[in-house]
């Protein structure tokens, strides 16, 4: 934080601090019921709204979120996707005691998986196609993979769940077989959440919707406290981090840093972009 206006008055500079991308309007029908992740005319910075990838900008104080001096910078760019799986398992009815799987190890399904394993959930199965991904995910200490490009889906959940079977996933792969095994293997009367962006529109089996009576739930980003329950999982060190950081590279590397990732895809997590201030 370098500088404040002068009405601001709960953060100070000098503290380490991000904020929520999102502009909403306040004034529409989910704004009002305080769902302004989901706001009817919401702009992201960075999509819809100029980003801010520049050494200084301008942040409204009711976005801003502090966090403790012994969390790293790195630790810090962490907070918003971390919010995301935040966000997404509080949309279940209860995780605690429940079996969950998370369709999709890269950087969110990840952190999406560690929310549900914090939040009290019995087993957690995390699947993807990708060994690399997998082993991130053994690094962040989720205890159940399954390469569905290896082993079916049906075998390796029977395997790990056993009789039990699972009553929650959380698809975060946006891939169409991915939301059809959820939805066909999920327990009855089970939850499914979707925070997935798919490149084209899913088809929903309306057989497994409707015959198994399931609940199916989009999410969308986050919200204020999202964040402040990501900072505080990280800083007490409940979410592992660490092994989702792939490299490294210095501001003026910019676009060195997308060519990576363009390149690296497959074996790509999380790429950090280093603004370089004396704090």
Wanted: glycine share 10%; net charge negative; hydrophobic share 40%.
């Amino acid at each position: 934080m370098e500088a404040i206006g002068e009405c601001v008055d709960k953060i100070k500079p000098g503290m380490r601090a991000t904020a929520r991308p999102q502009l909403v309007c306040g004034q529409c029908g989910p704004c009002r019921k305080g769902q302004y992740n989901a706001c009817q005319h919401l702009k992201v910075e960075g999509f819809q709204a100029p980003g801010v990838a520049q050494d200084l900008f301008v942040v409204s104080e009711d976005r801003v979120v502090v966090f403790p001096e012994h969390m790293s910078f790195e630790q810090g760019a962490m907070i918003e996707p971390s919010a995301v799986g935040a966000h997404a398992t509080n949309r279940t009815g209860g995780l605690k005691g429940k079996n969950v799987v998370v369709s999709g190890a890269g950087t969110i399904g990840n952190l999406v998986a560690q929310f549900a394993k914090n939040r009290g959930a019995n087993k957690v199965l995390i699947t993807d196609i990708s060994d690399y991904r997998l082993n991130i995910a053994k690094q962040c200490g989720i205890d159940g993979m399954l390469n569905v490009a290896k082993i079916s889906f049906e075998a390796g959940s029977q395997s790990y769940f056993g009789e039990e079977g699972f009553q929650i996933g959380f698809e975060a792969a946006g891939v169409q077989a991915s939301l059809d095994v959820l939805m066909k293997h999920v327990e009855k009367a089970g939850e499914v959440i979707i925070l997935g962006v798919y490149s084209n529109n899913p088809v929903v089996n309306m057989y497994y919707l409707g015959e198994h009576e399931l609940n199916i739930f989009g999410s969308m980003m986050y919200l204020h406290e999202d964040y402040e329950a990501a900072v505080e999982m990280i800083a007490s060190g409940k979410l592992i981090t660490k092994p989702l950081l792939t490299k490294n590279f210095p501001f003026e590397k910019y676009l060195d840093a997308y060519r990576f990732i363009e390149k690296q895809g497959d074996k790509t997590m999380k790429v950090m972009i280093e603004i370089s201030h004396d704090f």
